[in-house]
Structure formats: structure tokens, C-alpha cells
């Protein structure tokens, strides 16, 4: 009689059974820890900038605005409503680092899936999650390459790997629909990756096979235009497809003119190809580890094409290849590390599916585990702080944050939190100032935060300063007018701390409170925030500073 435990597989006895516990329980192990890595170093994190636009984009979610008309969505749908769940139910900054740390944990759980079925070891996928895990260990910003990740992945794992049904080719079509949705920029990548893996089967299978490869390329395409057709049909309900048109067709052509300029000019490769030279140069070892991935790739694909009519010919490594290799797209704008983790790293399974091959695959596994872990522990990102751990400086430092209530949860420097106090109850005062009348806020910063911080709405397109061409994408958003009327408006500005003497606001303003900008990284060196009010407002005494009542006289600026 077999045993009822449902860790016994017939033929093999409890040994099996326990080897297969211990497999799970170190995969949940690794996928535990990128979640509870992922949320410490986030608790520690200050950058107001990107954190601050992806906070304001699901507390505006939460909170019932429009997307794309009343939220600048730059890179996906998706992730603004998934990090708005998050919100909803954290209430705080910290809650979105949470819920993408877990869908990144999802997507290296993906890559394993993958791994069981490409390699033949039992013990080489573990070698690939490790692999992956000390590569990139955690979630380091609530980016939405994070978000997009698992869908990628399961989407690439109905595409490539054997027993194919029509089902699970809708489903992965769906899941790379639901990638897109999360990520638009991975679009091109997707799409070519169905069409040439399409190509590709017409030429390995025979005529009679052919029938069935229409069958299920047709349902990967039903399964991602699905979700994509759901999406525009939101939009088109609530007259929002002219608005995502602003931000995800005509934004980056005005970002390629302005920041990437090489986009355009024929050489689109140059930002990966800069980062890969420069790793080689001073011995990064990720660039260089990833750069060889990156060529293995290349060759298999290629030795794939020659051997495209022989029998038995892998078409599971022709097709992670091929996918490997399109979604380096993902980081030719800017080469970061973390749009690499995300997207093309899956070529680590190739590597370890060639390495079996020549029975090595234990040795090499040590060696590259090697290199990772002193990557992991030593590598510094900036000044004083670990590429994903804190420095013990950082953690002596840090104050567990308590006020104001978005920012529960994280630990900074008590002169970030004061000053983020001061900007809150500054705004707040003003708000509820009846000589002020103030309706709308404009930032000139590139500090995100100060949009989850105000009372006001902020009267332009993005959370924070992004220029004069993108604000002319929203003429209806005319804060021009309202600074030439001097009467709803309160304005937040930095000008350099040497020149604040100097400073003259505009026509009909005068400057109502003042905050030296905290020494920190991600803030402006060297700068004095003010805070800029109609003169009607009666709280205007010789340009002195609001002072909260919880602040000490000590930690104050008094003008």
C-alpha cells in the first residue's frame, strides 16, 4: 500500500520524499529572503525622486484619480494599480516595496519552474536560483521592471517549454499581456519573441505539424491582445486614450530627443554596450558575467539556426536564447543591473544547461556562487552604503520614522524626517489659512514626495519639475496663468543656499517659509527649499519660517 504522505513518490521511498522537502524548503528559504531583504533595505532607502513617483502614483490610484489624465503613468498601467492595492493597504511608503519584492520573488520562482524542465539534474535548477538570488538579491527600487518580471517569465515558461497545449499557450499569452500592461517598453520584445519563435517552429516542425504551431501561436496572440484589449477599452470608456497616447507615445520620443539621444542617431546598443566596456575595464564582475551569458546566447542561438532541420534539435535552449538576447532591450536606455535581474538573466539557465554537458556543472556552481557572495557583501553603491545593504553608518543614523504617517515604517536621518515635517505642516497651515485661499500647489523640485505631502493638487503633469517641453504636453494644466495671478497658488522651489540672500520672487509672491535641504543622497547639494505664497497670504512676516510646534528651537532656521 502507498503511503498517504504526499512527500512519498512510488519507486523511491521516503528518501525521494525528503530530498524533494528539502528543495522546497530552500526555495521558499531564497524566495523568504528576497522579500525580507527587499523591505529591510527599503526601510532604509531615501530617494525621493523615483520612490516619490511610484508613492504618488498609487496614493493618486487609491485615492480615485485618473490614470493618465490625473497620474503620470511613464512606464505601465499595471504596476501603478498593483503598488495601489499595496498603498491601500499599508497606507504608507513602505507597503510598495513590499508587494513588489514579492512579485520579484514570484519571478525568480519562475526562472526555477523553467530550470526543472530545461535541465536534467535535479540539483542544477537550485544552482540557478542561487545563481540568480546572490546576482541580484533584492528588490532595490518599486520599480515596475519588478512587477513584470513573474508575468515575463511564466509567459516565456508556457512558450518554451514541451507538452504544449492550447490552453497554455492563452495563458501565457495572457501573462505576457498582463508583463506589457505592467512594463509597455517590454512590447517590442514580446511581440518579436512570438513571432520569431513562430518562425522558428514553422522550420523545425514537419508539414503536418504545422496546423497545430498556427494553433498555438494563434492562442499566445488571442491571450495577449486579451488583457491589451480590456485595458484600451477602460480607456476608451472613460476618454482617457488621448492621455495615455501623452505619456506612452509622445513621452518618450521627447525623452529619446532630449536624455538618449543615441536612441535616434543608429546607435541603440550604446548604453549596454558602454556599461559591458566599462565592466570589463575595472573588473565588474556582473558586466563581465553577464556580458559572457549575453554571448553564450548569442552562439547557441546561431548554432541553432544551422542545426535548424536536424532531428532533435533543442528548440526549448533555441527559444530562451532568443528571448535572452530580445530582452536586453529592457536596459538600452539606461544599462542598470536591475533591468538586467529582470529580464535577460534567464539566460543563466542556457549556461547551466551547457555546462551539464560536460559534467562540470557543481564546480562552476561553487566558482560563480563564490564571486556573487563577495559581490553581494562588498560592493558599494554609493558613498557609505552596500549596492543592496545599508551601511552600519546609515543604520547608527537612522531614526524610525513616525510623522508624517505615509513615511511610518521607515528608518532615516532625523533631519530628513524634521524636514519632511516642516514641508507637511507648512502646506497644511496654508491650506487651512482663510486669507490664503491657495487651490493649487506647483512643484519645481524633482522631490516626488512633496505631491503626497500636500492638501493641494499639484497643477502639472508629473509629481515633480520635468521641464518645459514636457509640460506643453498638458496645455489644459496652465499654472502659468495662475502664477501671473498671484491669488491660488503656492509655489515649492530650491534655489543654491549662497544665493538665497539674493532671491526675489516672482511678480505678486513672497517667500512664506524656508528649509535648508538635508546633506543627504538623492538631495540636492547645497540648496534652500522655499516655499512660495500669493502676498495676500496674512502669515507672511518678513520672510520668516513656519515652525512646527513639535520642532525644538534648536533644530530650527529661524530667518
Not at 480615485?64 to 495601489?84: E, H, M, N, R, S
Not at 513584470?148 to 497554455?168: D, E, M, R, T
Not at 538600452?332 to 555546462?355: C, P, Q, W
Amino acid at each position: 500500500m502507498t503511503p498517504s504522505n504526499p512527500a512519498y513518490h512510488k519507486g523511491n521511498g521516503c528518501a525521494l520524499g525528503q530530498n524533494e522537502i528539502l528543495r522546497r524548503s530552500y526555495i521558499a528559504l531564497i524566495l523568504i529572503a528576497i522579500i525580507s531583504l527587499s523591505v529591510a533595505q527599503g526601510a532604509y532607502t531615501l530617494d525621493p525622486h523615483h520612490w516619490g513617483l511610484m508613492l504618488s502614483n498609487a496614493k493618486d490610484f487609491w485615492g480615485g484619480k485618473l490614470p493618465y489624465k490625473d497620474i503620470f503613468i511613464q512606464y505601465g498601467f499595471l504596476t501603478t494599480l498593483v503598488q495601489a492595492v499595496g498603498f491601500g493597504i499599508g497606507k504608507n511608503l513602505l507597503s510598495l516595496i513590499v508587494l513588489t519584492s514579492i512579485f520579484y520573488a514570484v519571478g525568480i520562482w519562475g526562472v526555477y519552474l523553467i530550470s526543472v524542465k530545461v535541465l536534467a539534474s535535479k540539483v542544477a535548477p537550485l544552482y540557478v536560483i542561487t545563481g540568480l538570488f546572490l546576482f541580484h538579491p533584492l528588490a532595490i527600487y518599486p520599480w515596475s521592471n519588478y512587477i513584470a518580471f513573474p508575468f515575463l517569465v511564466l509567459g516565456l515558461y508556457a512558450l518554451i517549454v514541451p507538452n504544449s497545449s492550447p490552453l497554455k499557450f492563452l495563458l501565457g499569452g495572457i501573462s505576457f499581456g498582463l508583463a506589457v500592461l505592467s512594463r509597455e517598453g517590454l512590447a517590442p520584445a514580446i511581440v518579436l519573441l512570438i513571432l520569431l519563435s513562430f518562425i522558428y517552429d514553422l522550420n523545425v516542425t514537419g508539414r503536418e505539424a504545422r496546423q497545430d504551431s498556427l494553433v498555438l501561436y494563434g492562442s499566445m496572440l488571442a491571450g495577449l491582445v486579451l488583457p491589451l484589449g480590456i485595458f484600451f477599452a477602460y480607456l476608451y470608456q472613460h476618454h482617457l486614450i488621448s492621455y495615455w497616447v501623452l505619456l506612452s507615445i509622445d513621452l518618450p520620443k521627447i525623452y529619446a530627443q532630449e536624455s538618449f539621444q543615441y536612441i535616434g542617431n543608429g546607435f541603440i546598443l550604446s548604453a549596454v554596450f558602454q556599461a559591458v566596456i566599462h565592466g570589463w575595464r575595472h573588473g565588474e564582475i556582473r558586466w563581465i558575467f553577464i556580458s559572457i551569458i549575453w554571448g553564450l546566447n548569442l552562439a547557441v542561438f546561431i548554432v541553432s539556426l544551422f542545426q535548424i532541420r536536424v532531428k532533435n534539435t533543442n528548440a526549448i535552449l533555441a527559444k530562451l536564447s532568443l528571448a535572452t538576447l530580445l530582452l536586453i532591450s529592457g536596459s538600452l536606455h539606461l544599462a542598470e543591473i536591475f533591468r538586467i535581474a529582470t529580464a535577460s538573466s534567464v539566460g543563466i539557465v542556457t549556461l547551466y544547461a551547457l555546462l551539464e554537458k560536460y559534467k562540470r556543472v557543481a564546480f562552476y556552481f561553487f566558482v560563480i556562487s563564490s564571486l556573487w557572495m563577495t559581490l553581494t557583501l562588498g560592493q558599494n553603491r554609493w558613498t557609505g552604503t552596500n549596492y543592496f545593504l545599508p551601511s552600519s553608518m546609515v543604520i547608527n543614523q537612522a531614526v524610525l520614522v513616525q510623522d508624517p504617517n505615509i513615511f511610518q515604517g521607515s528608518r532615516w536621518n532625523f533631519e530628513v524626517i524634521e524636514y519632511y515635517q516642516f514641508v507637511q505642516f507648512t502646506l497644511a497651515k496654508l491650506h487651512t489659512d482663510p486669507s490664503c485661499k491657495l487651490l493649487y500647489q506647483k512643484n519645481e523640485t524633482r522631490d516626488s514626495f512633496f505631491a503626497v505631502l500636500t492638501p493641494f493638487s499639484q497643477l502639472q503633469i508629473s509629481p515633480y519639475e520635468n521641464g518645459q517641453t514636457v509640460n506643453q504636453l498638458r496645455p489644459d494644466l496652465d499654472f502659468e496663468s495662475e502664477i501671473q495671478r498671484a491669488a491660488s497658488i503656492v509655489i515649492l522651489t530650491m534655489v543654491p543656499r549662497i544665493q538665497f540672500g539674493n532671491f526675489k520672487a516672482p511678480a505678486g509672491f513672497a517667500i512664506y517659509a524656508h528649509h535648508a535641504v538635508p546633506e543627504e543622497w538623492q538631495m540636492p547639494e547645497n540648496q534652500e527649499l522655499l516655499i512660495l505664497t500669493p502676498q495676500s497670504c496674512s502669515g507672511i512676516q518678513n520672510v520668516k519660517r513656519v515652525i512646527p510646534p513639535y520642532l525644538t528651537e534648536p533644530k530650527s532656521r529661524i530667518s
